[in-house]
């Protein structure tokens, strides 16, 4: 019999982006199960109006209940920004976002200096970050962009070159201008393009500046909530990790690889790998997403630790 902390960790977003997160979480706590759920058929929600969001959010975290995971990290600061809230009073289950762990990383790195977010127009119009922002600092100023050709250069591979890197030039020079002296990566698409936005954001403040990603501070406050609840698994071997979406595009496969940073197989039925390797300069052993597979894996690992993987369980589910 599974025990609670036992149970898999729920994650979902919009659409793949949140891989990102999956990402994050597997190397952070290697020994959880993840189900996780992107929303293929119904992205971007960052467009939504703020009901619509929370009604598909609801929606999204309802199957991950129903596949019986013990706590959900929202892996998209859209529904983090407008729908965190209304989901903790909903559903009777811890929910985590990923608004405060990137405000708190920036904090800590900001030092008091003004804190610059890049994100989707939902999430800059919510004004969710200088709420997170003003809970922990009173006196940090945050100043906000609205990104969206970010998303889309991630979502097309576009993460190299001159393209991306004026691409961000445009969106950094307001927040550089506003004094700012980090940038919170507030998108999930957005650790794909880092390279590129550290470049630009060296170039125009005259020198490198704190990047702080949102994936990463999720995973080490979720790794810190789930020990502090005693919610943390009791299993040594590496976690599982089984892929819902609404939709299973053809360019599934490609772009899922290019967010998780792991190989995949899907939609059409190929397999693709990552357009870049961790951050660390480590490949990571391969992950199979098999068409019609039925059971989750439960990769092995290598010598240096790592998770490799034979087969993940991909499901087209309808909301």
């Not at 997160?21 to 293929?40: H, K, Q, S, W």
């Not at 999930?188 to 005259?206: Q, S, W």
């Not at 899907?266 to 480590?282: I, L, Q």
């Not at 068409?291 to 990769?299: H, L, Y």
Request: charged share 20%; proline share 6%; glycine share 12%.
């Amino acid at each position: 019999m599974t025990s609670h902390g036992d149970a898999p960790l729920g994650v979902f977003d919009s659409g793949l982006g949140g891989l990102t997160v999956v990402r994050a979480l597997r190397r952070r706590c290697p020994a959880e199960d993840i189900v996780y759920l992107g929303d293929t058929a119904r992205v971007p929600y960052g467009t939504r109006s703020p009901e619509t969001v929370v009604r598909y959010a609801l929606g999204c975290a309802r199957v991950l209940i129903e596949r019986g995971v013990k706590a959900i990290v929202v892996a998209c600061n859209t529904v983090s920004a407008v729908a965190l809230d209304m989901l903790r009073v909903e559903l009777d289950l811890p929910v985590l976002g990923v608004i405060l762990p990137g405000a708190r990383a920036a904090v800590a790195a900001s030092r008091g200096a003004t804190i610059g977010v890049l994100g989707t127009a939902g999430t800059i119009a919510s004004g969710a970050y200088p709420r997170a922002v003003a809970s922990l600092s009173t006196r940090t100023e945050v100043a906000g962009q609205a990104a969206p050709l970010l998303v889309s250069l991630a979502e097309e591979g576009w993460v190299e070159g001159e393209v991306p890197r004026l691409v961000a030039r445009r969106y950094l020079e307001p927040l550089i201008g506003a004094g700012a002296r980090s940038i919170v990566l507030g998108c999930t698409h957005f650790p794909l393009l880092r390279a590129a936005i550290e470049a630009e954001t060296a170039a125009l403040a005259g020198g490198p500046l704190p990047i702080v990603d949102s994936a990463s501070a999720t995973a080490e406050e979720v790794a810190s909530f789930l020990a502090e609840r005693g919610l943390a698994t009791s299993r040594s071997a590496p976690g599982s990790l089984a892929l819902l979406v609404t939709d299973l595009p053809k360019s599934f496969a490609s772009v899922a690889a290019r967010f998780l940073g792991e190989p995949v197989v899907g939609g059409d039925g190929a397999s693709r790998s990552p357009t870049h390797v961790d951050a660390d300069g480590a490949s990571r052993s391969p992950t199979h997403v098999a068409d019609g597979g039925r059971s989750p894996i439960r990769p092995e690992t290598d010598g240096a630790g790592r998770s490799g993987a034979q087969g993940v369980d991909v499901e087209q589910i309808d909301l």
